[in-house]
């Protein structure tokens, strides 16, 4: 499974940011990509990766991380295999690298490679 992300990029404080995450590949559980949980987390220089925002494989559940609540995002689209996060009133401490997952009873089973999202103050 390959997890492609984008969207990343220098913003100012305040600013906004619409990252996306394509999904392609067959699963090596046999499982199909629709069936899994979508996840965003970041890492912040000299900090442990965290959890960011994710959502149901129907997209009727979504769940965040309190310091996002109200500013983040997040839909899927399975037709396209594509998850997104709409990251609004951005602020320095939200600089981090930004990776894509696949998650599948609450445990990350694919990680996809990073995009940069820097925001200045």
């Known amino acids: 499974v390959q997890l492609q992300a984008s969207g990343g990029g220098l913003v100012q404080a305040g600013a906004s940011l619409r990252l996306s995450c394509a999904a392609s590949?067959?699963?090596?559980?046999?499982?199909?990509?629709?069936?899994?949980?979508m996840e965003w987390y970041r890492q912040a220089p000299g900090k442990e990766r965290e959890l960011v925002a994710g959502?149901?494989?129907?997209?009727?559940?979504?769940y965040y991380a309190d310091s996002v609540k109200g500013r983040f995002t997040i839909s899927r689209d399975n037709a396209k295999s594509t998850v997104f996060l709409q990251m609004n009133s951005l602020n320095p401490e939200d600089t981090a690298i930004y990776y894509c997952?696949?998650?599948?009873?609450?445990?990350?089973?694919?990680w996809g490679q990073g995009t940069q999202v820097t925001v200045s103050s």
């Open positions: 959502i149901s494989r129907t997209g009727n559940r979504s």
């Open positions: 997952a696949t998650s599948y009873g609450r445990r990350v089973s694919h």
């Open positions: 590949g067959r699963p090596a559980s046999g499982r199909p990509l629709s069936v899994y949980d």
